[in-house]
T-cell receptor
């Protein structure tokens, strides 16, 4: 079974530029999550989708971050414009259902904002 | 407010000995706990979980203990192997929700 796919794996941009990350979850997983992991911290949930609907985006900085999952499968996360403090690893995870279901993580995209 | 804490940023253990990783939480509403392992340049992978109705769960070399009164859980790895060297995150959530709250991680190094 293929795991969660993410691209790109690494990205370096200058502040005020825009960037987009892509995630393809495990086939059949209805729930998709985007996390931000800053160096030395644990992953922090940014947004959760159930199929193509947003369940929770309370911790998403909506002035600069946006995410979509138009067809209920793959998803994109965008930052526009980027700030220095956005430097982090962006992890995508998926699960069959919400709740206590195990979340399966992709390898992440490491973003460096200069 | 850090609801899930892993106070030891790093731990070194000799191969074959026991590794004990600790995790404390403050929110008494949490009733499901998980441990994830993370290798460099990879995403976290699920290791073991425990519900608050239990105080112990075992899977091979890995055992998780939960002390609800102390709001503390620990992961025991016996015997430790060099391949166990990774960062370990504990996560907590409230039943019926999806929201994992992760700790800051403990880097385990198993010395051959």
């Amino acid at each position: 079974e293929a795991g969660v796919a993410q691209s790109p794996r690494y990205k370096i941009i200058e502040k005020r530029q825009s960037v987009a990350f892509w995630c393809n979850p495990i086939s059949g997983h209805a729930t998709l999550y985007w996390y931000q992991q800053i160096l030395g911290q644990g992953p922090k949930l940014l947004i959760q989708f159930q199929n193509n609907g947003v369940v929770d985006d309370s911790q998403l900085p909506k002035d600069r971050f946006s995410a979509e999952r138009l067809k209920g499968v793959d998803s994109t996360l965008k930052i526009q414009p980027a700030k220095l403090e956005d430097s982090a690893v962006y992890l995508c995870a998926s699960s069959f259902l919400s709740g206590e279901e195990t979340q399966y993580f992709g390898p992440g995209t490491r973003l460096l904002v200069l | 407010d850090q609801q899930v804490k892993q106070n030891s940023p790093s731990l070194s253990v000799q191969e074959g000995r026991i590794s004990i990783l600790n995790c404390d939480y403050t929110n008494s509403m949490f009733d499901y706990f998980l441990w994830y392992k993370k290798y460099p340049a990879e995403g976290p992978t699920f290791l073991i979980s425990i519900s608050s109705i239990k105080d112990k769960n075992e899977d091979g070399r890995f055992t998780v203990f939960l002390n609800k009164s102390a709001k503390h859980l620990s992961l025991h790895i016996v015997p430790s192997q060099p391949g166990d060297s990774a960062v370990y995150f504990c996560a907590a959530l409230r039943s019926g929700t999806y929201k994992y709250i992760f700790g800051t991680g403990t880097r385990l190094k198993v010395l051959a």
